[in-house]
């Protein structure tokens, strides 16, 4: 690790005005994966601008959006009475993410800017896009096993690490984002990026940017929801695959549906065209099978990770099956 320039910053105006000065300047908060990466040398930043003191940490409900600073703990989030009464997918989600310590102070802001655990980007001795750009893809032909099957180019075949993301993607959340310009608001789906031809780019954040908070708009979907990771071990571990599953059922049919997939691609996987499928048909095994199978249309396996084209189906199918029979 290099050495480098700490400071403590108090208001988010004097956070953009430091940033914009240094190009090689980073934000910490929890650190939980910053920190990581700088000590395994994948990232040297001469400069890092602490924003654990902006006040950025409420959690409010305004009229029908519930607003979530970007400083807020996991923990905190996953605990508050708002979010378990009416968005219990995000609780779910966000008590399935790494150690209780780790929520403690993780934020959900820095959740949302977490790197791939791909063993190649945090090995500097391999060929890894997304660490330099140009060195080739190390998975692609070596040990893939929770590796992506959605979405992959030929750069690059590394996943999206969040639970927190999956269940915000799926609640179709809004990130707010400050700049030099003011603030602007972008679709939670659309603030990660896929990997095409670059995959440095974890997301739509501009240089000189920070993310000030989250906007979630209440739903129906709080009675028959279910989050699904499928791991290797019960604690601490990342997904190979997870499904968050959201639906409001009434007499039997679906009325509204939400799902999205973690573990399978570069960045929190909505599947649209399932949902689509299913609004209006009844919650029956039967339906949520040709759903899964729908779900799979375009999915490629790499050797290691083939098992996931079966474990992913049987998946949407299980959350789906959990969710409908919660009162």
């Given at each position: 690790?290099?050495?480098?320039?700490?400071?403590?910053?108090?208001?988010?105006?004097?956070?953009?005005?430091?940033?914009?000065?240094?190009?090689?300047a980073?934000?910490?908060?929890?650190?939980?994966?910053?920190?990581?990466?700088?000590?395994?040398?994948?990232?040297?930043?001469?400069?890092?601008?602490?924003i654990?003191?902006l006040?950025?940490?409420?959690?409010?409900?305004?009229?029908?959006?519930?607003?979530?600073?970007?400083?807020?703990?996991?923990?905190?989030?996953?605990?508050?009475?708002?979010?378990k009464?009416?968005?219990?997918?995000?609780?779910?989600?966000?008590?399935?993410?790494?150690?209780?310590?780790l929520?403690n102070?993780?934020?959900?802001?820095?959740?949302?800017?977490?790197?791939?655990?791909?063993?190649?980007?945090?090995?500097?001795?391999?060929?890894?896009?997304?660490?330099?750009?140009?060195?080739?893809?190390?998975?692609?032909?070596?040990?893939?096993?929770?590796?992506?099957?959605?979405?992959?180019?030929?750069?690059?075949?590394?996943?999206?690490?969040?639970?927190?993301?999956?269940?915000?993607?799926?609640?179709?959340?809004?990130?707010?984002?400050?700049g030099?310009?003011?603030?602007?608001?972008?679709?939670?789906?659309?603030?990660?990026?896929?990997?095409?031809?670059?995959?440095?780019k974890?997301?739509?954040?501009?240089?000189g940017e920070?993310?000030?908070?989250?906007?979630?708009?209440?739903?129906?979907?709080?009675?028959?929801?279910?989050y699904?990771?499928?791991?290797?071990?019960?604690?601490?571990?990342?997904?190979?695959?997870?499904?968050?599953?959201?639906?409001?059922?009434?007499?039997?049919?679906?009325?509204?549906?939400?799902?999205?997939?973690?573990?399978?691609?570069?960045k929190?996987?909505?599947l649209?065209?399932?949902?689509?499928?299913?609004?209006?048909?009844?919650?029956?095994?039967?339906?949520?099978?040709?759903?899964?199978?729908?779900?799979?249309?375009?999915?490629?396996?790499?050797?290691?990770?083939d098992?996931?084209?079966?474990?992913?189906?049987n998946?949407?199918?299980?959350?789906?099956?959990?969710?409908?029979?919660?009162?």
């Amino acid at each position: 690790m290099i050495n480098f320039t700490y400071l403590r910053v108090t208001a988010v105006k004097t956070a953009l005005a430091l940033i914009a000065k240094d190009p090689k300047a980073s934000f910490i908060a929890g650190g939980t994966n910053l920190v990581d990466l700088m000590k395994r040398g994948v990232t040297a930043p001469e400069k890092l601008i602490d924003i654990n003191h902006l006040p950025l940490k409420k959690i409010e409900l305004i009229g029908n959006v519930l607003h979530v600073g970007a400083m807020v703990a996991n923990s905190t989030l996953a605990e508050n009475e708002l979010v378990k009464n009416r968005f219990p997918l995000l609780m779910l989600a966000l008590q399935s993410g790494a150690s209780a310590q780790l929520r403690n102070v993780a934020t959900v802001g820095g959740n949302m800017m977490q790197r791939t655990r791909c063993g190649y980007f945090y090995d500097t001795t391999m060929p890894c896009n997304k660490r330099l750009p140009g060195s080739g893809c190390g998975a692609i032909a070596g040990y893939n096993r929770m590796h992506a099957i959605f979405g992959t180019s030929e750069s690059c075949i590394a996943v999206h690490p969040s639970d927190m993301c999956i269940a915000l993607a799926a609640l179709d959340a809004k990130v707010v984002i400050a700049g030099a310009k003011g603030e602007r608001k972008i679709n939670f789906v659309d603030f990660h990026r896929l990997a095409g031809a670059t995959p440095e780019k974890d997301n739509n954040l501009q240089k000189g940017e920070l993310i000030v908070g989250l906007e979630i708009p209440v739903n129906n979907l709080n009675k028959n929801s279910h989050y699904l990771k499928v791991r290797d071990r019960s604690s601490y571990a990342f997904a190979l695959v997870s499904v968050a599953a959201a639906m409001e059922i009434k007499d039997g049919r679906i009325l509204d549906i939400r799902l999205a997939m973690g573990g399978v691609a570069h960045k929190p996987w909505r599947l649209n065209a399932v949902e689509d499928f299913l609004k209006g048909k009844e919650a029956t095994v039967s339906n949520f099978e040709a759903a899964a199978k729908l779900a799979m249309t375009g999915a490629k396996g790499y050797g290691e990770n083939d098992f996931k084209l079966t474990l992913s189906p049987n998946s949407i199918i299980e959350a789906l099956t959990v969710a409908k029979s919660k009162a």
